[in-house]
């Protein structure tokens, strides 16, 4: 009799909607160009969503410019706490990303209670400075929110599935990468479903990667030999291309 009740209840709980990435790795070689990436899941009919992408946290450091006379110069360093490589958010609802969704734990401003700075900046400036430094990322395609970029369509059984793409840029850096939906209901979440996405430095890149690191000496004579033979070919093509 337990058995059997047993074997009743494991597909209830297997019903769970799962969070689908496609590709679930993406490889970083020598023609890297960037990859788009694409999303489905599953969450309650009549309920909204919002998708992170979310990089590892680390510290980073960046230099403060300010005039002195006539001049911009570097006048200080300061190092940023906790910021993720990478974050990408998107909705269903464009609301959910508003700037009236300040106490939601998604979006920009969940992120500007996670990070922190110190160094050469006061705490009257730390707003600002916040700012400029989340345009800093949004130009190097790394931060990103897409509002309604999530489209929901109806499914079985009281279910709907959401789907979305993003894209990865070229600067983005190798890693394990969470890929998080959240369920929101009444402007709260209700469920959480997480997956991962891997990117993976493969082939040349890999390769000087991996000499950077384990054998710099060797490294720094191949990036001489490649500057000079691409100096060479540079000058072989501007001096051709001036003799026609």
């Known amino acids: 009799m337990v058995g059997m009740l047993l074997a009743v209840a494991l597909p209830t709980r297997a019903a769970e909607p799962a969070l689908k990435v496609f590709p679930d790795e993406v ?14 899941g599953g969450i309650p009919a009549g309920t909204q969503a919002v998708l992170e992408v979310v990089g590892t946290k680390a510290d980073e450091h960046l230099m403060r410019q300010g005039r002195r006379g006539f001049l911009w110069m570097n ?33 920009y401003q969940a992120l500007e209670k996670r990070i922190s700075f110190s160094g050469n900046i006061e705490t009257s400036e730390q707003q600002e400075f916040m700012k400029q430094f989340l345009e800093l990322k949004e130009s190097e395609k790394i931060y990103a929110t897409f509002p309604g970029a999530l489209k929901i369509k109806s499914a079985a059984g009281g279910q709907s599935t959401v789907s979305g793409k993003f894209f990865l840029p070229t600067n983005t850096k190798p890693g394990t990468y969470k890929v998080m939906l959240a369920v929101i209901k009444d402007g709260k979440v209700t469920s959480n479903t997480a997956t991962e996405l891997k990117v993976e430095m493969v082939g040349f890149p890999a390769l000087l990667a991996n000499l950077a690191y384990q054998h710099g000496a060797t490294y720094g004579v191949i990036a001489v030999v490649i500057a000079i033979i691409t100096g060479f070919a540079m000058g072989f093509l501007f001096k051709g291309g001036g003799g026609h």
């Open 27 to 40: 490889q970083i070689g020598t023609f890297f160009s960037g990859q788009t990436v694409k999303v489905e």
């Open 75 to 107: 006048v200080g360093e300061i190092t940023v706490h906790d910021a993720p490589s990478l974050y990408l958010v998107m909705s269903t609802a464009k609301e959910l990303l508003s700037s009236a969704a300040g106490e939601a734990a998604w979006g």
